[in-house]
C-alpha cells in the first residue's frame, strides 16, 4: 500500500507567494532545474501536486554515468552491461559501450532535492495568467516561470495537448518483489503492434510493462500477459503518457523542460537522462539571469535554441519508430542480429548516447565535486565493474 504524502483538505492551507524562480513540477527536470540553481542567492520556490518522490511513474532505467555524475549512486539498484532484445524468432545480445542502471525513485528525488536549495510546497497548478500561476492553494508570482509538469504542459499557451489526438505514446508496468539478471526487451507484435515490452531488474523487484507508440493501443492486457508469461505477479501498476515529439521549449514567457518539451527520446522513451539533460541547460540559463549576466529574454532565445538544436536526433528517432512496426517479422530478426556486430552496436550506441551525454553533468556550477563527492556504496560497485 503506497505512503499517501500529500496534503489534503484542512492541511492545505492557502499559498500565495512572489518568487525569483517557480518551478512547477518536482520530478526529474524540476529537480534537476533547481539543483543547478543552488547557491544562486535567487529565491526558488518548487511546487507539486505530490511529496518529492511519491509517485513513481517510469520504470526508471538510465545510463549509469548519469547517476554517476549526477552524484546519485546512493539511489542506485542494478547494472547492466547488455541489452537483450526477444523478437519471436530470435534473441539478440548486444554488449553495450555503456551500462544502464535502474534507480529507486524515491531515493534519487530525494537526493537530487538536497542537492538544491529552493522551497518546496504541495500545490495543484490550475493554470497561468502571465507571470502568476494559479494553483488550488492560491497564485503565486514569479518573472522566471519553469513548466515540469510533465506531457500536459499545463503552463503553455492555448488548450492543453489530450489523448489521444497528441504526440503521446502510452506506457503501463507492474513492479513485483523479485530479482532477475537482464536487461530484457520485447520487439513482438503478439504483445504489442507497435512499441515495446520489457523487463528491468532492480535488485529486489522487477519493472515488467509494455509501452505503445499508437495512444489509442490498450497496454493493460498486454502488461498482465507478459508478466505472466515471465512468471511474474501483476503487481504494482504505475503507467502515464509519453510524448514522443519534441516541442517548442518555451513558450509564452515559460521554460518548458522534459516530458513539457517533448524532451522524451521518440524511439525508446528514455525521458529521464534528457529530462535532466534539459533541466540542468534550463538551470544554467536562469542562474546567469538571477546573476545579472543575461536578460529573461535572452535566457529564453538560448534556452529555446539549445532544446530545437537537438530537432535532428528526435525527429530520426520519430523516423525510426515509425519505420519499425512496418518491418516484416521475418526481416526484423536478421535486421537485429546485423545490428548487434560489436562495432556497429559500438558506434551507434554512442551517437545514442552522444545526444544527452552524462558528461554535460559535469559542467556548470556544481562541476565534478558532487560526481566525487557523493557516490556512495552504488558508485563502488559500479566502479567495479564498469
Ligand atoms: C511506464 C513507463 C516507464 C518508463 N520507463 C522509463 C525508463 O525506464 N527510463 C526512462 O528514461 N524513461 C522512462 N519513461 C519515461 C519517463 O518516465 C519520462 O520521460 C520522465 O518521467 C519525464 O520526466 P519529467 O520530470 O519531465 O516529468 P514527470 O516525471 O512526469 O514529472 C512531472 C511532475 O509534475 C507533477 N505534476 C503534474 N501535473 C501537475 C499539476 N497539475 N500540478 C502540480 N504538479 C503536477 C507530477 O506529480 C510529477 O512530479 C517511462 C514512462 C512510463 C510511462
Redesign the pocket.
Known amino acids: 500500500m503506497p505512503i499517501r504524502a500529500t496534503k489534503r483538505g484542512a492541511e492545505r492551507t492557502p499559498l500565495s507567494r512572489d518568487a525569483d524562480v517557480l518551478i512547477?513540477?518536482?520530478?526529474?527536470?524540476?529537480l534537476a532545474v533547481a539543483r543547478e540553481l543552488a547557491g544562486s542567492g535567487a529565491r526558488v520556490l518548487l511546487?507539486?501536486?505530490?511529496e518529492v518522490g511519491e509517485?513513481q511513474?517510469?520504470?526508471?532505467?538510465?545510463p549509469t554515468g548519469w547517476l554517476r555524475n549526477l552524484g546519485l549512486m546512493d539511489a542506485f539498484r542494478q547494472e547492466f552491461g547488455e541489452l537483450v532484445i526477444k523478437t519471436p524468432h530470435t534473441t539478440v545480445r548486444y554488449d553495450l559501450p555503456w551500462s544502464f542502471a535502474t534507480f529507486d525513485y524515491r531515493q534519487l528525488c530525494a537526493a537530487l532535492q538536497a542537492q538544491g536549495d529552493a522551497e518546496f510546497e504541495i500545490?495543484?497548478?490550475d493554470g497561468r495568467t502571465g507571470d502568476t500561476v494559479h494553483t488550488d492553494r492560491g497564485d503565486l508570482t514569479a518573472p522566471l516561470i519553469v513548466d515540469?509538469?510533465?506531457w500536459?504542459r499545463?503552463l503553455g499557451r492555448g488548450e492543453n495537448v489530450q489523448p489521444p489526438d497528441a504526440l503521446l505514446s502510452r506506457?503501463?508496468?507492474v513492479h513485483p518483489a523479485g530479482t532477475g539478471s537482464e536487461f530484457e526487451v520485447w520487439i513482438d507484435r503478439s504483445y504489442v503492434p507497435a512499441g515495446y515490452g520489457w523487463s528491468?531488474p532492480a535488485r529486489d523487484e522487477v519493472r515488467v510493462?509494455v509501452?505503445s507508440f499508437d495512444p489509442r493501443f490498450h497496454v493493460k492486457e498486454p502488461t498482465v500477459r507478459l508478466a505472466a508469461d515471465l512468471e511474474r505477479a501483476p503487481e504494482g501498476f504505475?503507467?502515464?503518457w509519453?510524448p514522443h515529439a519534441l516541442r517548442p521549449a518555451t513558450d509564452d514567457g515559460v521554460f518548458m523542460?522534459?516530458?513539457?518539451a517533448g524532451h522524451?527520446l521518440p524511439l525508446t522513451?528514455?525521458?529521464?537522462?534528457t529530462?535532466f539533460y534539459f533541466g540542468l541547460a534550463c538551470g544554467r540559463e536562469l542562474r546567469a539571469v538571477v546573476a545579472g549576466e543575461q536578460t529573461r529574454e535572452q535566457a529564453l532565445g538560448r534556452y529555446h535554441a539549445f532544446s530545437a538544436g537537438h530537432r535532428f536526433a528526435f525527429d530520426s528517432m520519430l523516423k525510426v519508430q515509425r519505420l519499425i512496426p512496418r518491418v516484416p517479422p521475418r526481416l526484423l530478426a536478421p535486421a537485429l542480429r546485423a545490428m548487434g556486430a560489436k562495432a556497429f552496436v559500438d558506434w551507434s550506441f554512442g551517437h545514442y548516447l552522444k545526444i544527452a551525454h552524462p558528461d554535460f553533468a559535469l559542467a556548470g556550477p556544481h562541476g565534478t565535486s558532487f560526481a566525487s563527492g557523493r557516490g556512495g556504496a552504488g558508485a563502488a560497485v559500479v566502479g567495479a565493474t564498469a
Open positions: 512547477c513540477g518536482a520530478s526529474f527536470a524540476g511546487i507539486d501536486r505530490y509517485r511513474t517510469s520504470a526508471c532505467a538510465a500545490a495543484k497548478v515540469a509538469l510533465g500536459r499545463v506506457g503501463l508496468e528491468f510493462g509501452g504505475q503507467g502515464n509519453i523542460v522534459g516530458d513539457s522524451c522513451a528514455e525521458g529521464i537522462r529530462a
